[in-house]
């Protein structure tokens, strides 16, 4: 525990760490606020104005139905040119008045809890990953480039529990800084579907502080991987390369093993972890897989990866580093 202290107190005293935990609160507060702003509800004054819009484009249409009904083929309907059987024709399909309501013209979508949670939530995570990865990579790589890690061994030679403190601090950080942020998200978007009268049930409730739990456990991963990592190639420049390659590398799989190569990318499996699944595509969708019977129930090109199976693949990965970097922290010489 006594490490641990210090490596919090070593944690605290770093400028980038403090902006990069500056940086992890402020971001979801502004997701939060465009998700609210965009799904706020309509103003009179749009109203208004909507209902203008669509008196003027349905006057316009009505206009139109005249050109039609003198010229009926041109338009691609039916009927003799000047009769009532062309002029019904041209108005049922250019001037229907369902079409040309106020409604019509307003395109924003209320504010939708279960929506928010495998949408904007998913947004926040995401960049809540960026800053812990840097955090846990900087945090390390930073003793590493100025040779203090020597001094440290120093004082404490055994490698393992210094590796472990240093891991442990970095998940305290993330842990912390994970609860905190999405509490702010969480707090601003229930309090507004309150004012706004929104219902929403307990259950999606449930789902929320589920997936924002393993939210929380998978940016201790992500911090823990990048701690690893980085004690393992004793430098903060290539791991931050490695994550770059990693972020983009769905789009290589993609082009050489084709569509079904996305369920074993990292990217993927993240947004399982917090969503709680995610469909995606796969090329060979003509048979079930069995006796080549064809599928013709929903999507067949279309799978999903669950949680569970997206937890598992993660947690194997950070363990194999975990163990790699343990490995060579312990054998490898400290400059």
């Given amino acids: 525990m006594r490490l641990v202290g210090v490596e919090l107190t070593r944690l605290r005293k770093r400028r980038a760490v403090l902006v990069l935990v500056l940086v992890g609160l402020v971001v979801p507060v502004l997701v939060a606020a465009s998700q609210l702003w965009s799904t706020r509800p309509v103003s009179d004054s749009e109203r208004a104005w909507a209902e203008q819009q669509a008196e003027r484009d349905y006057e316009a249409a009505l206009a139109s139905v005249d050109d039609c009904a003198e010229a009926p083929q041109e338009y691609g309907y039916g009927g003799e040119p000047g009769s009532d059987e062309a002029r019904q024709l041209c108005a049922e399909g250019m001037a229907d008045p369902e079409w ?18 495998t949408d904007a939530a998913v947004a926040v995570a995401v960049v809540l990953l960026l800053v812990v990865v840097l955090l846990g990579t900087t945090f390390v790589g930073a003793d590493w480039a100025s040779g203090s890690l020597s001094v440290q061994l120093l004082v404490e030679p055994r490698r393992t529990r210094v590796w472990v403190a240093k891991a442990v601090a970095g998940g305290i950080v993330a842990a912390g800084l994970a609860t905190v942020a999405l509490a702010l998200f969480w707090t601003m978007v229930a309090v507004t579907a309150a004012s706004r009268d929104i219902a929403t049930s ?27 990592l980085t004690m393992l190639l004793r430098s903060t420049v290539v791991t931050l390369g ?26 993927t499996n993240a947004v399982a972890v917090v969503a709680g699944e995610i469909e995606y595509y796969v090329d060979d969708c003509s048979s079930d897989g069995g006796a080549g019977e064809l599928v013709f129930s929903g999507d067949p090109c279309a799978r999903t990866l669950e949680r ?28």
């Avoid at 307990?202 to 940016?219: A, F, H, K, P």
């Fill in 100 to 117: 040309y309501t106020a409604d019509s013209y307003l395109y924003r979508s209320a504010l939708d809890v279960e929506t928010t949670r």
């Fill in 202 to 228: 307990s259950e999606t409730w449930g789902r929320v502080l589920v997936s924002s739990v393993w939210t929380v456990v998978l940016l201790v991963a992500a911090t823990l991987a990048a701690h690893a």
């Fill in 242 to 267: 490695i994550v770059f390659a990693v972020s983009v590398g769905s789009t290589i799989l993609l082009a050489v093993f084709g569509a079904s190569a996305i369920r074993w990318t990292l990217p």
């Fill in 308 to 335: 569970p199976e997206a937890v598992l693949y993660v947690a194997v990965l950070v363990a194999l580093l975990v163990a790699l970097s343990i490995a060579s922290f312990r054998r490898r010489d400290v400059p």
